[in-house]
């Protein structure tokens, strides 16, 4: 613009114009340093600095400033004592406080920002803005290891004392055995952890030495020479001739940012912003959500996707990071845990934690709920990681394990048949790998014979994966399967039908009824004295079972019968009560926990086994009618003031107490009222 044009239009009119340099004689070693604990009105430029010293690589500093002992705001006596309590009477070797006072004060310095790139220190001199980059910000604060080393102090004069009075003794030290121990090879898991612990990091931090710092004075001439630094010296770059247009230099001063460099405000982990997911790809989304929920429906996972993606395209997207569990989503092992990373709770390499919630996730296949203990003895997992594991698809449930978190989704397999069968695929070379790492049989995953009974087999089921996969499937997925939770009292669940890897397609019922003949009769006189010598069974070796755990063992007695077998004809808990009667037991009216739903409140107790402890087990029967819960002695006190007797022996009355109850803490639970992980 012409010189002398005016900008009178403007309501901001530029006063001044100003050339800017860029310095770089301090750019490596300028810092900023505050004082947040400290007054603005109240700066340390009046006191003496005493020493001083830095560790380069982590930009920590330490200055050690001296105390004015004369001042009237001093208070002496505190400072005798302060000195006295970390140097102590006897001053031998360094001393913190050579003057018998507390004299000095030293302050310790803290990061504050994590990149210091966009801030500088800016001189403004002759017209000329002279700008040099910050190396870092620091924070100091005042340092109280002063009251460390008066602990350390205390300690070792009281050690000191302690040895003295033992030397004086004139007796001899008899001679100690010695145990010499050899450190095992650290595994990979240990190493992990090492390295990932605080007491390593501080290591590495404290081997990094000191440098000593000269200080001086804000007006000495030391500092108005190093001062001139901060001004640009005309070597410090070489400026070439600006041939950018005014368009391309603002979008170099200002350009546009990537969604990626967005920080965004830190939310919990798991709180997932729909605002921001809206903006992700739909493979971003679907992986952003799955890490998020870990176990979702097909059609809840449609409802929050964002945009018109068709059915397909999201299924597309899905099985990346997801796999079919009983017709829901589970997020894949490898989301969860990447490569070269570690477990939160114990250290353990990713590759461990993904084999052992991929064992977990393929016994859901197989099943409704899983036991917690059989895990572990397959995974050899910590107890920490296995629980993690289950939370994330499956809620404990009383007497049945961890159940899985949803239920069956039968209209996702009616509506997707080749998904599911190409998860059933994915699942069977899943168990393969599993079963070499785990050194698993084969009893799930046993393919012969394609005979007519399991083309007939598969013609009853509502959806199977290929011609030949029923027959073998029907009889040893039961060993696994557990019920529904959906059940009424008459028809008790059985495990659902199964492909031959054993995957849950279809749920089923004792008294289902299929193409092959009529329901069974439940008054069968044969099938009544078969559930009564398996109620008889069950009973003598627990003494207390409730109705849903003769269930969960009549499932698992199926598993080894026959096909055709007449327990697999139908039994309802109509029959499972009456034969508990028949055979002696009795219906429990008991108190049970406040803090704990238990969904099925039927137990029976057989209190006498014709052995010497029925006694004991029916004076047990009547307290529990009265509480739900007894120390030990509270039994022994019961014993002998009904009987006038107890249990000769530890073992026996360990042996009673097992038989009838469950110990959680100091209490002792009757059988079947508390869950059992």
């Not at 947040?36 to 920590?60: C, G, W």
């Not at 804000?218 to 247009?245: A, C, H, M, P, W």
Request: include cysteine.
């Amino acid at each position: 613009m012409a010189e002398g044009e005016s900008y009178d239009g403007d309501e901001d009119p530029v006063v001044d114009e100003v050339d800017v340099y860029l310095s770089k004689g301090l750019a490596e070693n300028l810092y900023l340093m505050q004082y947040p604990v400290r007054p603005a009105s109240m700066p340390y430029d009046d006191f003496e600095v005493t020493n001083a010293r830095i560790k380069p690589k982590q930009q920590k500093i330490e200055m050690e400033f001296s105390l004015d002992t004369r001042s009237p705001n001093y208070a002496k006596s505190k400072g005798e004592q302060i000195a006295l309590n970390v140097d102590g009477m006897n001053k031998t070797g360094d001393t913190v406080y050579s003057s018998n006072l507390m004299d000095k004060q030293l302050l310790t310095s803290s990061h504050t920002a994590s990149s210091v790139s966009r801030y500088s220190v800016g001189l403004l001199k002759d017209g000329e803005l002279h700008l040099t980059p910050l190396h870092g910000i620091v924070q100091l604060r005042p340092s109280f290891k002063y009251l460390d080393k008066a602990d350390v102090r205390v300690k070792q004069e009281k050690a000191a004392a302690d040895t003295e009075g033992e030397s004086s003794q004139d007796e001899e030290e008899e001679a100690k055995p010695v145990t010499v121990k050899f450190a095992r090879p650290e595994t990979d898991q240990a190493k992990a952890k090492r390295l990932a612990s605080w007491q390593y990091l501080e290591q590495k931090r404290s081997e990094e030495a000191w440098v000593e710092l000269n200080v001086n004075h804000i007006k000495d001439q030391t500092s108005e020479s190093e001062r001139n630094f901060l001004y640009s010296q005309g070597n410090d770059f070489e400026v070439t001739e600006f041939s950018t247009n005014p368009r391309d230099y603002l979008t170099m001063l200002m350009p546009e940012e990537e969604l990626s460099d967005i920080k965004m405000p830190q939310m919990p982990s798991n709180v997932l912003s729909m605002t921001q997911l809206k903006s992700f790809p739909l493979a971003d989304q679907v992986k952003q959500l799955m890490a998020s929920a870990k176990v979702m429906g097909f059609s809840q996972l449609q409802t929050l996707i964002s945009g018109n993606a068709d059915a397909l395209s999201v299924l597309r997207a899905l099985q990346q990071v997801a796999v079919l569990v009983q017709g829901s989503w589970v997020v894949k092992s490898e989301v969860l845990y990447p490569k070269d990373t570690v477990s939160a709770n114990s250290g353990i390499s990713a590759d461990i934690l993904c084999r052992g919630r991929d064992y977990i996730m393929w016994r859901f296949t197989q099943s409704r709920c899983v036991i917690r203990k059989e895990v572990a003895l397959i995974t050899k997992l910590p107890s920490e990681d296995i629980k993690e594991i289950l939370e994330q698809m499956s809620r404990i449930q009383v007497s049945k394990g961890w159940q899985f978190l949803r239920e069956f989704d039968t209209g996702f397999v009616k509506q997707f048949p080749e998904v599911v069968q190409r998860q059933n695929m994915l699942w069977d070379a899943k168990y393969q790998q599993l079963s070499k790492s785990f050194k698993l049989g084969k009893t799930d995953l046993d393919k012969k014979g394609k005979s007519k009974d399991a083309a007939q087999g598969a013609a009853n089921s509502e959806f199977v994966c290929g011609k030949e996969r029923v027959k073998q499937a029907k009889v040893k997925a039961k060993t696994k399967a557990e019920q529904l939770s959906s059940v009424n009292t008459e028809a008790t669940p059985v495990p659902m039908e199964t492909t031959t890897s054993g995957l849950i397609t279809q749920p089923l019922t004792f008294n289902h009824v299929t193409n092959n003949g009529p329901q069974v009769d439940p008054n069968n006189q044969q099938l009544r004295t078969e559930v009564q010598k398996f109620v008889l069974e069950k009973l003598l070796q627990q003494c207390i079972i409730s109705i849903s755990e003769m269930r969960r063992l009549l499932v698992s007695k199926l598993a080894g019968c026959p096909p055709g077998h007449i327990l697999a004809s139908g039994v309802s808990d109509t029959l499972l009560e009456q034969s508990a009667v028949d055979v002696g037991a009795q219906a429990l009216n008991i108190a049970w926990p406040t803090n704990v739903q238990v969904e099925d409140k039927r137990i029976f107790a057989l209190a006498t086994h014709g052995d010497d402890f029925d006694k004991y087990r029916k004076v047990m029967m009547e307290m529990y009618q009265y509480n739900f819960k007894y120390r030990r002695n509270q039994f022994t006190e019961k014993f002998q003031e009904i009987l006038g007797t107890e249990p000769a022996s530890k073992s026996e009355f360990d042996k009673i107490l097992k038989t009838c109850c469950v110990t959680k803490g100091a209490y002792w639970y009757l059988r079947g009222t508390v869950p059992i992980s």
